[in-house]
């Protein structure tokens, strides 16, 4: 019998389905009564790891040698880079992660981002804080919004995420360029049913990487929706934003360390840009001497754009069909390709 090993908060309805759906296997919860942020290694009984051969963690990662059983590892968060180049993925362990369940609320909160700065509200908090109702030509001055409508929104990135935002943004009636690598991922990327863009056919227009200052360019807003590898370090440098338009919208709801800090400060204090609404820094959290926080034009939150009160029961979701993929010999869904570093 399969031994599966949960280290997540889920909820006791979602573990007895997954156990109705899966009799062959013993699925086991560990919760040791600490939050899921801070299970770590240790907490596992080393006679449940022995046998473990599937784990379902957030950052509850075994040692190699503690866990000889061990074959997969799913995990509810989007990224896992840190586990490239391991010890376990060098022993063969498939590892795949919960991409797909972070396109609803974090395309939501793109629009949330870009709306809010886009209609003002900065400024109308400002006012409502000093109780100061402004006069006719303040008003004018002030709340006179930018319109999206007709706009050009450019997705570098074009996973679960990007093609959910291109979703929306064709229902506020703006123009899509796409940048992606990877090929075709259908069939081996999670979405959830009547999300995104599965055929690829939304876009405009596709630009390939070697014309991405082409994409920039063109593009009212700019999104940053890009994993984490080698090639995407510091990807939007001093290049990319001196490429893109004075009136641009930078919004990065990727990987922090996409971004070059320094150059998008830069960017922003010479006015090259409009605006950066950033979810992710290169360091979490955001250091107070960041030069982010004081500056014009930029919208900061805590790492939260892919919160969402079902989180762990859509996480649940992959994994279960990941399952049913593991015991029937099939490929993963969503499984880490340690060439392309995602």
């Not at 473990?52 to 000889?68: N, W």
């Not at 010890?87 to 870009?114: C, K, N, Q």
């Not at 229902?171 to 999670?190: E, I, P, Q, Y």
Request: overall charge neutral; glycine content about 8%; aromatic content about 8%.
């Amino acid at each position: 019998m399969r031994r599966i090993l949960i280290t997540l908060p889920l909820a006791d309805s979602t573990v007895e389905r997954l156990r109705s759906a899966f009799p062959a296997c013993d699925i086991q919860v560990w919760n040791d009564g600490a939050p899921a942020f801070a299970r770590t290694p240790s907490t596992i009984p080393a006679e449940i790891a022995r046998t473990v051969e599937v784990l379902f963690t957030f950052r509850s990662i075994p040692k190699p040698e503690d866990v000889p059983a061990l074959r997969w590892i799913q995990l509810n968060t989007a990224g896992g880079e840190r586990l490239l180049g391991g010890p376990l993925m060098e022993r063969g362990v498939a590892v795949t992660t919960a991409s797909g369940i972070h396109a609803i609320p974090m395309a939501e909160y793109v629009f949330a981002m870009v709306l809010a700065w886009c209609r003002r509200l900065p400024e109308m908090l400002a006012c409502q804080g000093r109780a100061a109702w402004p006069s006719a030509a303040e008003r004018e001055r002030l709340f006179t919004p930018r319109e999206i409508y007709g706009q050009t929104l450019g997705v570098v990135g074009y996973g679960s995420i990007g093609r959910h935002v291109a979703r929306l943004a064709k229902a506020f009636g703006m123009r899509v360029l796409a940048m992606r690598r990877g090929g075709d991922r259908t069939g081996r990327a999670f979405a959830a049913p009547g999300t995104g863009d599965p055929d690829g056919t939304l876009p405009d227009r596709y630009v390939e990487l070697e014309s991405l200052h082409e994409l920039l360019r063109e593009s009212d807003v700019v999104l940053d929706a890009l994993p984490l590898t080698a090639q995407t370090r510091k990807f939007f440098g001093r290049e990319a934003f001196a490429a893109m338009r004075p009136n641009a919208i930078f919004v990065n709801i990727g990987r922090g360390a996409t971004c070059d800090e320094a150059a998008l400060a830069d960017a922003l204090r010479g006015r090259r840009i409009e605006a950066a609404l950033l979810d992710v820094f290169a360091e979490e959290p955001l250091p107070s001497s960041s030069p982010l926080w004081g500056l014009p034009g930029v919208i900061i939150s805590p790492h939260v754009a892919g919160w969402a009160p079902s989180y762990n029961e859509r996480a649940a979701e992959i994994f279960a069909e990941n399952l049913r993929r593991y015991a029937a010999g099939e490929a993963l869904l969503n499984r880490i390709d340690p060439a392309r570093g995602y």
